[in-house]
């Protein structure tokens, strides 16, 4: 029988929640379709960070290495301030393991009430986000602190390398799509370096790629575009920062960003990829029993179809479909329902 070796990293807050509903969906759905797993839980997390001064081991990512995926909750509390945590963790696996894809579904589902104006079906698109370089660096300075004189600099960094494959992978992704579509971010007009840099790319990357549209528009009004008209996209990529905020954004006009997934991938497969549930620790509902679990389920049958095993994967999306057309009571309080974590994770397993 086929056995998957996964690193699994719950870290802080609702991640400990999540966590281990997304682990009981894949032993359920691994216990249907033949294969299994064998996990390997780390314990790195702010709680760690507290007690020996490091959100990791010194020798962390290589433990991480030898691992078919890494399956990953929600990293940062309060008590540690959040550039410390996120790069302590997220940020250094994101970029020494090479995931410098991040790749984020967008999809309304059947039984869900929009704050947009949309039926079911009709938003269906990815964001396709740089994961290892552009506008999140370490690069820059800050003098004469706490002064009236006080300067701060932070570079960005826009490689041709880094810049080709993410725009490479959108069109490659875009192309095995119903709808070949590419629209990218940008902000060429305020940005005077970095942007119109990423626009000649993205011109000669498409016109490598004639079967596959593409379209441009400002980071500003493409904002707008996706609450005004979210069915018109198919694939939407950005640089780290645009990504990062238009993958919050589009969840949001879905519903609740308490249901969405993400995979941090190596397209390569040199290193493992790794699976999470965009949204946060939730520190403010922490420990309540409450967190939508639908996000963590829904990036384990993104790491399955990662994996080869698409037909489990869509197994588990048409489970969390059923469950969420349902019996409107089983929700979490974010989709207005009056479940737990643990009833609307329990419908999932059972509706598989
Ligand atoms: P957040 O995503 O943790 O929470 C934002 C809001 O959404 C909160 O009101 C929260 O209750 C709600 N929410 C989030 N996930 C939910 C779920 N599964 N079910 C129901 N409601 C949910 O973002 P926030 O508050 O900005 O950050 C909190 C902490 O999480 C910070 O330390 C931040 O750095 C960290 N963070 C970590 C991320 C990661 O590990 N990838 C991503 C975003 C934030
Ligand atoms: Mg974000």
């Given at each position: 029988?086929?056995?998957f070796?996964?690193a699994?990293?719950?870290?802080d ?5 999540v ?21 390997q ?12 001064g ?39 696996i994101r970029r ?12 309304l ?8 104006r949309?039926?079911a ?10 994961n ?26 826009f ?8 725009l ?8 095995r ?10 902000k ?7 942007m ?8 000669a ?13 400002h980071?500003?009004?493409?904002a ?23 993958s ?16 941090n ?5 040199v290193?493992p ?26 990036s ?5 179809e990662?994996?080869?095993q698409a037909e ?13 057309a349902?019996?409107r009571?089983l929700?979490?309080p974010?989709?207005?329902?009056k ?6 994770a ?6 598989l």
């Amino acid at each position: 029988m086929q056995q998957f070796t996964i690193a699994v990293i719950p870290g802080d807050g609702i991640g400990n929640e999540v966590v281990p509903e997304g682990l009981r969906v894949l032993e359920r759905i691994g216990s249907i379709f033949g294969f299994t797993f064998r996990f390997q839980h780390f314990d790195w997390s702010c709680e760690l960070y507290k007690n020996s001064g490091r959100m990791m081991p010194e020798d962390g990512i290589a433990r991480l290495r030898d691992h078919d995926a890494i399956f990953f909750g929600a990293v940062g509390f309060p008590g540690v301030p959040d550039h410390i945590s996120l790069w302590g963790l997220l940020i250094p696996i994101r970029r020494e393991l090479d995931q410098y894809v991040n790749l984020r579904p967008v999809r309304l589902f059947p039984g869900v009430v929009a704050p947009v104006r949309a039926e079911a079906g009709e938003i269906d698109f990815w964001v396709v986000r740089e994961n290892s370089e552009g506008e999140y660096s370490q690069i820059g300075g800050r003098l004469f602190a706490g002064t009236a004189d006080e300067v701060v600099v932070q570079e960005s960094v826009f490689t041709r390398r880094g810049t080709d494959r993410i725009l490479r992978y959108a069109f490659e992704f875009a192309g095995r799509l119903e709808r070949k579509h590419v629209t990218s971010a940008t902000k060429s007009n305020g940005l005077f370096y970095s942007m119109p840099f990423w626009d000649e790319r993205f011109a000669a990357m498409a016109a490598e790629y004639p079967d596959v549209q593409a379209d441009q528009y400002h980071i500003d009004i493409l904002a707008a575009r996706f609450v005004m008209s979210p069915q018109r996209f198919s694939v939407v990529v950005g640089s780290n920062l645009f990504g990062d905020i238009l993958s919050d954004l589009g969840p949001g006009v879905t519903g609740t960003i308490g249901i969405a997934p993400s995979g941090n991938i190596n397209p390569e497969r040199v290193y493992p990829s790794m699976f999470e549930p965009v949204h946060g620790s939730a520190p403010d509902i922490a420990g309540k029993g409450i967190a939508n679990p639908i996000g963590q389920i829904w990036s384990a049958a993104m790491m399955l179809e990662h994996l080869g095993q698409a037909e489990a994967a869509a197994a588990i999306m048409s489970a969390i479909e059923r469950v969420v057309a349902g019996d409107r009571n089983l929700l979490t309080p974010d989709m207005g329902g009056k479940g737990t974590t643990r009833s609307l994770a329990d419908a999932i397993v059972n509706a598989l």
